[in-house]
């Protein structure tokens, strides 16, 4: 792709004006791993003609944009980054957010109660995973006694996004062909609930947001502990961003244009039999990845596609 055209970031008396912000976690650099890993916003570059490119302090990465009204940047992994990349860009002197809906696409674990590999969710609430007290609950045999909420504003700490704005995007996504593969079919074939078995699916969902890679039975349990006592629903995917998206939004009266979406990659404990280290080891690979890349990538532009026509 050739690079794009790169504007003066502090000319405001003409602003850029998308209608639509895609925010991807990742780019290439943006995390190390031992794995050849696709990043997330790959996808858009070889897709969209992102010609164009505003710096924007206090951002992840400078911000892409089309001529039709499609901007994209990278938040940054975890939730003090994105909170900072969505707050820099809504403070943007040359960057006009008034209108725009923002949409992250990304990656996502996922409760084998809820969804399989390669399925897309749509959050209709966010959780923040990482808000509450814990102590060694060494000798208790139920996994939630170590863990309870603050006792102070626990509404702080979930978001409902707008149902009409969730309902829209499902209806325009949810018939998208999702891409599936015999590697993503064998490491179903290990988990008895029949969600996981399944094929992927376009769903409606919660998402648990923190900001630690978490993996085992034990956590699962408090998750869905978590997730039920701030009346969110049943959680279906685990993430590092959105919670802060939706905080930095939230401080600007813009949370009624946000949408999560979320391409599942690998299920948050593992099969029965397994040990969580084994089962982080075997359904975590490239080749998994790049099927929940692929297929947030599906629906997400289908929706960025509706929005600005």
């Known amino acids: 792709m050739p690079e794009p055209t790169r504007d003066d970031p502090g000319d405001a008396a003409t602003p850029v004006e998308p209608d639509v912000v895609v925010l991807p976690a990742f780019a290439a650099g943006d995390v190390t791993v031992e794995a050849d890993l696709p990043n997330e916003v790959e996808p858009w570059l070889d897709e969209y003609a992102f010609d164009r490119e505003l710096a924007v302090p206090g951002a992840n990465a400078p911000v892409r944009y089309t001529d039709d009204g499609v901007a994209i940047t990278p938040t940054g992994m975890g939730k003090a980054d994105a909170a900072a990349t969505v707050t ?10 008034s209108d725009a809906a923002f949409l992250t696409v990304g990656i996502a674990g996922a409760s084998p109660e809820a969804g399989t590999l390669g399925s ?25 006694e170590t863990m ?10 979930a978001y409902g996004l707008d149902d009409d704005f ?25 988990y ?27 956590h699962a349990e408090a998750a869905r502990w978590l997730v039920d006592r701030y009346d969110a629903g049943e959680y279906a995917t685990t993430e590092m961003e959105d919670f802060g998206t939706a905080a930095a939004l939230d401080r600007f009266d813009r949370l ?15 099969p029965e039999g397994r040990t969580a280290r084994e089962g982080i080891d075997e359904d975590l690979d490239a080749a998994t990845v790049e099927l929940g890349l692929e297929n947030a990538f599906r629906v997400g532009s289908r929706i960025v596609d509706r929005l600005v026509e």
């Open 256 to 270: 009624e244009s946000y949408l999560s979406v979320r391409g599942v990659v690998n299920f948050d404990r593992p």
């Open 192 to 218: 008895s609930q029949d969600a996981a078995r399944g094929a992927p699916t376009v769903a409606v969902g919660t998402t648990l947001c923190g900001d630690e890679f978490w993996h085992g039975a034990r």
């Open 148 to 157: 309870r909420l603050l006792p102070y504003r626990p509404r702080d700490y």
């Open 120 to 144: 897309v969710f749509i959050a209709d609430h966010v959780v923040d995973w990482d808000r509450k007290q814990r102590w060694d609950g060494a000798g208790d045999d139920d996994p939630v």
């Open 88 to 97: 820099a860009l809504l403070r943007a002197p040359g960057l006009d957010c």
């Open 166 to 190: 969730v309902e829209r995007a499902y209806g325009w996504a949810s018939d998208v062909a999702l891409r599936d593969t015999e590697r993503a079919r064998e490491h179903r074939e290990r």
